[in-house]
């Protein structure tokens, strides 16, 4: 089994920052990817970023340049720096792990607020 709890949530003015923390625990091997996902208020989950085990990155086209997805060297936590936020960025942000074997694991998400 896995545990992953996110924090660093929080409201913040426009054009702020945040740092997204996940932790995780339980059998953490055979890891194939973290990333973070958000939810919306009457929006589909979404991806925001992700980092694979050979540490390439991807991320949605909406937080390219401000988002940065980064994980300590035993993936026990993985983090997302996010700057220059916007209203838009508003939603319950996710902590997820997909294993090699396919099976996936979520936290229980963390409130990020931008007020204009």
């Known amino acids: 089994q896995v545990q992953l709890v996110e924090s660093g949530g929080g409201l913040v003015q426009a054009g702020g920052s945040l740092r997204l923390s996940c932790a995780a625990s339980?059998?953490?091997?055979?890891?194939?990817?973290m990333g973070w996902y958000r939810q919306a208020p009457g929006k589909q989950r979404e991806l925001v970023a992700i980092?694979?085990?050979?540490?390439?990155?991807n991320y949605a086209d909406s937080v390219k340049g401000r988002f940065t997805i980064s994980r300590d060297n035993n993936w026990n936590a993985v983090y997302l720096s996010m700057n220059n936020l916007v209203p838009e960025d508003t939603a319950s942000y996710y902590c997820?792990?997909?294993?090699?074997?396919?099976?996936?694991?979520w936290g229980q998400g963390t409130q990020v607020t931008v007020s204009s």
């Open positions: 997820t792990m997909k294993k090699a074997w396919g099976q996936d694991y």
């Open positions: 339980g059998t953490i091997f055979g890891i194939n990817s």
């Open positions: 980092i694979t085990k050979s540490d390439s990155t």
